[in-house]
């Protein structure tokens, strides 16, 4: 049986370039001791397993075979994971998926001062506007030119790198920069671009003790999911 071999190198940074050699050896004399090297495994796989990872790579978004074994195993992380506990930024908060109340996703409440998590098309995002960027980014891929993505969008969308401008953001599977949103126009946005690319959508979040919040100190679930045909 055919195999490949795929691999990636990634070293801890120390910030400081001095500390950058040519050789493993170079490397590991020269690093502090507070800082190692490190050289994740190089795994070998069938050519039919190769195969299907082609076939699951999303064009402009996963760029070599561990791409897609990563989203792979995020998928799956997710749909394992004990139901009580999700994780928001480096926050663990519990926002079990029994729990909570489920609103109308065509209709939801007002999300000023929340905090998220959840997918969209299998990818998991942690904010708002992290989920603004992953339905551009999986919508792109039904759209193929950014002229119609821009047309699906609720989104204000530029071509190219628009960092240096306020609110902008750029989005390098797109090639595009897209201007932030508050949580409310996001989950309008997001949904719309679900919609369009037939992507599930779920979202888990809480409402921050604020009196100026919706319900500070609650929970919520918005979810959508495309029609399937029987």
Not at 25 to 36: A, D, F, I, T
Not at 156 to 185: C, H, M, R, T, W
Not at 189 to 208: D, G, M
Request: glycine fraction near 6%.
């Amino acid at each position: 049986m055919a195999m490949r071999e795929i691999g990636r190198q990634k070293y801890s940074d120390p910030s400081n370039a001095a500390y950058i050699a040519t050789s493993v050896c170079e490397v590991e004399n020269r690093l502090p001791r507070r800082y190692s090297l490190v050289m994740p495994a190089t795994i070998s796989i069938p050519d039919e397993l190769f195969e299907r990872i082609q076939k699951q790579a999303i064009p402009f978004v996963d760029l070599d075979p561990a791409s897609v074994i990563i989203r792979w195993a995020d998928f799956f992380d997710a749909s394992s994971a004990p139901p009580e506990t999700v994780r928001l930024g480096a926050q663990k908060i519990e926002l079990p998926v029994a729990e909570g109340k489920r609103f109308n996703p065509m209709n939801p409440p007002e999300l000023f001062h929340t905090r998220v998590a959840g997918q969209i098309g299998g990818r998991r995002f942690d904010k708002w506007n992290d989920l603004v960027r992953l339905a551009h980014v999986l919508a792109f891929g039904k759209a193929v030119s950014l002229e119609e993505l821009r047309n699906n969008t609720r989104a204000n969308v530029l071509p190219g790198n628009l960092s240096g401008k306020v609110g902008y953001k750029f989005v390098p599977e797109i090639n595009a920069s897209i201007q932030g949103l508050d949580a409310n126009k996001a989950w309008e946005c997001a949904l719309r671009l679900a919609k369009y690319a037939e992507l599930p959508l779920s979202a888990r979040f809480y409402w921050r003790d604020n009196p100026k919040a919706a319900f500070p100190g609650e929970k919520g679930v918005l979810e959508w999911l495309p029609e399937v045909s029987p």
